[in-house]
T-cell receptor, first 117, second 112 residues
Framework: GAVVSQHPSRVICKSGTSVKIECRSL??????MFWYRQFPKQSLMLMAT?????????EQGVEKDKFLINHASLTLSTLTVTSAHPEDSSFYIC?????????????FGSGTRLTVV | EDKVVQSPLSLVVHEGDTVTLNCSYE??????LLWYKQEKKAPTFLFML????IEKKSGRLSSILDKKELFSILNITATQTGDSAIYLC????????????FGSGTQLTVLP
């Protein structure tokens, strides 16, 4: 089946630095990719919708300048957490839909656990 | 505002028990309801439901949707310790982006 490859799986960075997370769709083209954030024991919160070749759509309360999303090709979307702070520590997951009529719904990347120290 | 509510929030059972997880929704538009299982990392797909009253089965898991009453249930029979996970329900909203709205999840723990 279709796979979304996400990396890194885990990153620890110092406060004030930036971190880039990549998601690649393998064997299919993802015109739209979704970025989620998940706190411990909580559900997935949609941060933004990333569209190939255009600006991302951010959910209310998500800072565009802090969470930079780039979707430069049909198989790659990136999320950059800029000037990271400890409160940005979280689990970030990307997702893409496997074709408009796919019965399998959305495929998720394996997630990135970000720890800001 | 679109809302997906799951219950219970957590559940502890013993191996062999049967569990029923609930998901209700209030959304302006509806295309499908999806169930996912999340262990340590990313959610894995279980079911996608679009039509009322048609049960979907996969081994010991089954799910059904009631579009009139706006809810779905996920059943797991003869539970095993490997079923321990967070079960997430999500509703797909139609539109150009077709994004998912997730419920809070049910944390299932199956004890030996």
């Amino acid at each position: 089946g279709a796979v979304v490859s996400q990396h890194p799986s885990r990153v620890i960075c110092k406060s004030g630095t930036s971190v880039k997370i990549e998601c690649r769709s393998l064997d299919f083209q993802a015109t739209t990719m979704f970025w989620y954030r998940q706190f411990p024991k909580q559900s997935l919160m949609l941060m933004a919708t990333s569209n190939e070749g255009s600006k991302a759509t951010y959910e209310q309360g998500v800072e565009k300048d802090k969470f930079l999303i780039n979707h430069a090709s049909l198989t790659l979307s990136t999320l950059t957490v800029t000037s990271a702070h400890p409160e940005d520590s979280s689990f970030y997951i990307c997702s893409a839909r496997m074709g408009y009529y796919s019965p399998y719904g959305y495929t998720f990347g394996s997630g990135t656990r970000l720890t800001v120290v | 505002e679109d809302k997906v509510v799951q219950s219970p929030l957590s559940l502890v059972v013993h191996e062999g028990d049967t569990v029923t997880l609930n998901c209700s929704y209030e959304v302006t538009n509806f295309r499908s309801l999806l169930w996912y299982k999340q262990e340590k990392k990313a959610p894995t797909f279980l079911f996608m439901l679009t039509s009322s009253g048609i049960e979907k089965k996969s081994g010991r898991l089954s799910s059904i949707l009631d579009k009139k009453e706006l809810f779905s249930i996920l059943n797991i029979t003869a539970t095993q310790t490997g079923d321990s996970a967070i079960y997430l329900c999500a509703v797909e909203i139609p539109g150009s982006a077709r994004q998912l709205t997730f419920g809070s999840g049910t944390q299932l723990t199956v004890l030996p």
